[in-house]
């Protein structure tokens, strides 16, 4: 059995795709994955099972949608990945505050990916390494240009952004199961 990160795209606490933690974990449970547990209330899951990431997205997205009705993207990842994506962070010595990561469903087509690094993100830096976009802001999230939506727009994937302390805390909650 293993332990994997599940990211939910688009969770909040309000809005249109509330989804409460609690329940959520419940469902899962229900639905065979075990040790589930949640991080904060957007969408962060750790649980164990034998299923590969791709069957578990499509297990955790099914069971969201028959459950709470939501048509919500998941992502899955080892903890072990996101342990790397912090260790090759491009930004590294940068202000963890200003760091974000987002992550994309797949490596992104490499015409795409290069008119994507052709684009004037200044006074904000973007590199994207494999399925991750590594994202740091001059000021806030909330200005920055080169948000979820518009690397999803530009990459042509679904995506999911997370802090860095948010990373953290799923890798060593991950390392911990």
């Known amino acids: 059995m293993k332990t994997h990160i599940i990211l939910l795209?688009?969770?909040?606490p309000?809005?249109?795709?509330?989804l409460f933690m609690a329940p959520l974990r419940a469902a899962l449970?229900?639905?065979?994955?075990?040790?589930?547990?949640t991080y904060i209330q957007s969408g962060n899951v750790?649980?164990?099972?034998?299923?590969?990431?791709?069957a578990l997205e499509d297990l955790v997205h099914a069971v969201i949608a028959q459950r709470f009705g939501g048509d919500i993207k998941v992502l899955v990842r080892s903890p072990a990945y996101f342990q790397d994506v912090l260790e090759n962070n491009p930004f590294q010595g940068a202000d963890p505050g200003r760091l974000y990561f987002t992550l994309l469903a797949s490596r992104p087509e490499a015409a795409l990916l290069h008119a994507f690094h052709g684009l004037e993100h200044a006074p904000d830096q973007v590199k994207v390494v494999?399925?991750?976009?590594?994202v740091l802001c001059a000021t806030k999230y909330r200005d920055?240009?080169?948000?979820?939506n518009?690397?999803?727009r530009k990459l042509k994937l679904s995506a999911t952004t997370r802090n860095f302390n948010t990373i953290t805390k799923l890798v060593a909650l991950g390392a911990a199961a």
């Open 9 to 12: 795209r688009g969770v909040m």
């Open 14 to 18: 309000t809005g249109k795709n509330k």
């Open 29 to 37: 449970q229900d639905a065979g994955l075990c040790n589930v547990r």
């Open 46 to 54: 750790i649980a164990a099972t034998h299923l590969e990431p791709s």
């Open 130 to 134: 494999g399925d991750m976009a590594y």
């Open 144 to 148: 920055l240009k080169a948000n979820n």
């Open 150 to 152: 518009f690397i999803e």
